[in-house]
């Protein structure tokens, strides 16, 4: 495997925050404790880490039955207890996407291994952790996955469930269907080791939150990571103190939120999570149903809050959340708050959305934990098959020239196989254009600089004409050749599928099944903790 650094101030619609971040730490240090290198300050970040010995215990108790209902590995029971006896961790977490979900949950995965190893290397004994968002309740966002057909084509395998409307993902059980769409992925994914465990994995019976822990426990048995099931009725017992709090400061918060949205808005930035007066911190559980709960924008400490449309005082909430704290989770603001008060976290590792959403929850960090917990940016990686690899060469392309529609890179391709007479023939009429265009400025500019701008006029139209034409000749050789339309669509669902990076796109177990689930190794060998690039990975 060789590894190509690609910065992602290179790839479009990467927020600007994201890459100050990484790039220019200085520039953002007032919404971020701690820099993107984990290494500067992972022992004096250890020390201020505050978790009792009640707690650690309870929690421990919590994941050792959790994960040996998953079929937890020995190095996964032993991290649990070194977790027991006071390590520190390294967390991540993400929605539990059908087959695994996505490249970059494996990514995630390993990147809290990896740091999580560097730690401990370093001195502070520490564990891996990944966070099950069993509660999330956007199901199409985690009932399908694509898969790279034969021919090059995009293959999507979706999951029908049944359940009240919003309902947390963690609830919904599978049916007898998704045997059959997991024969139907085995077809295609063909016999391997990752995709025995895809189809010990997810069989009927289970919910889209077991059947994701089954199979990364599973994949990540010998590196020991410890999953957490969110919904969890334990853990929201052990959390009811924060949902408290969260209730009872919720004009202080979400005073303090927007105050926050408005520096970063003042510094340039956006905020990824859009706070109003009548927001606040908390979900609600009601008939199956997690809907969000609502304040008054007059100040929630003088008023009712609201569930759907449901009128409820504060007080009969308080009464619920000491009765049933099951019944109360987190948004996206205070989840990993949530997280962070439940583990002794030395640093949470995420993408670019989660570094923007850290830029916010950090005030509901200080205002509820009284500490920040650094985040750093994941491993983030493309990953080119020789095939691809082939393509890319023969036409001269790298990576970063692939960020285009399909119809744009189409184009592309074409012009880089025109008949070298006319592309040479192009070439130097560009050239010729270009100095005599400065030949006839130049001298303008003696005689009557009131027709410079004239001359610079007519010259944008001529290079204009020109560039038009050499577009016309590309799209008459797209006309005729088939293979240029194939072997675009081929590198553009390989590499950048719908517009996206493939790691955000294509299913990770698809690469487990074609490269053996070694290819987790090869990964984790080419992770550098101090590196901030996006990687392009060669096979």
Known sequence: MNSECLPFNSIPHVSRLFT?????YPRVQSFYRRSPNIT?????EASSIRYTAQRRQAV???LERQNQSWGASAETL??????RAGAAAVVTGQQVGLFGGPLFSL???LTAIKLADVASRMGVDCVPIFWLATEDHDVAEINRVSIPGPDGSLETLA????????APVGMLKFGAEMGTLVERAAGWLGESNATQALQNSYRPGETFGSAFARLFASLFAEWGVVLVDASDAELHHIAQPLYRQALERNRELQ????????????AGYHQQVKVTPSSTLLFVLRNGRRVPLHGSSEGTSRGSFTIGHEQIQPVELAAEIASSPQHFSGNVLLRPVVEDFLLPTLAYTGGAAEVAYFAQASVVYEKLLGRTTPIVPRFSATIVEPKAKRLLDHYGFDLAE???????LREALAARVLPRDLQSAFDHAEVSLKNSLEAIRNALTRLDKTLVDAADHAGAKVRHQLDGLRARAARAELRQTEVLSRHGELLSHALYPNRTLQERELAGIYFLARYGKELLGAFYDVMQSDCLDHQVLSL
Do not use: C, H, M
């Open 78 to 83: 032993a991290n649990i207890a070194r977790l």
């Open 402 to 408: 692939l960020f285009q529609s399909p119809e744009q």
């Open 20 to 24: 100050d971040f990484l790039y220019d």
């Open 107 to 109: 990514y995630k995965a």
């Open 255 to 266: 005073d303090a939120l927007q105050t926050r949205g408005q520096e970063l808005e003042a």
């Open 40 to 44: 500067a300050w992972l022992q004096e």
């Open 159 to 166: 999951a029908a469930v049944a359940g009240p409307p919003d």
């Open 60 to 62: 421990s108790g919590i």
